[in-house]
């Protein structure tokens, strides 16, 4: 059993950076592939990135490529989602999940957060 938990969220004008990070509580959590997804109002959530347990490879989906980074540190069962130059369009609530097969589908993914609002004004 994984809990996790995400910080970081905030209010950010355009161009801002925010960093949000993922908590995760259960012993198993460096053996798990971590994604970040987002979903806006009445809208699908999204896949946003994600990271392999060992940290080796990482994924991003389209809107993050070139903006976004993503790491971890085992030693803190910690994962991170650094967001730059970013969007109005980047407004939603962002979810860090956790599971053994990972991915960029939310199908790969275990376990959930409760998520953490990122609004992005104009």
């Known amino acids: 059993q994984v809990q996790l938990v995400e910080s970081g969220g905030g209010l950010v004008q355009a161009g801002g950076s925010l960093r949000l990070s993922c908590a995760g509580f259960g012993s198993t959590f460096s053996s798990y592939a971590v994604g970040w997804f987002r979903q806006a109002p009445g809208k699908e959530r999204v896949f946003v990135s994600a990271?392999?347990?060992?940290?080796?490879?990482?994924y991003f989906g389209d809107s993050a490529k070139g903006r976004f980074t993503i790491s971890r540190d085992n030693a803190k069962n910690s994962v991170y989602l650094q967001m730059n130059s970013l969007k109005p369009e980047d407004t939603a609530v962002y979810y860090c999940?956790?599971?053994?097969?990972?991915?960029?589908?939310?199908?790969?993914?275990?376990?959930w957060g409760q998520g953490t609002q990122v609004t992005v004004s104009s």
């Open positions: 990271i392999r347990w060992s940290g080796g490879r990482t």
């Open positions: 999940a956790a599971g053994l097969v990972g991915g960029t589908n939310v199908a790969g993914y275990n376990y």
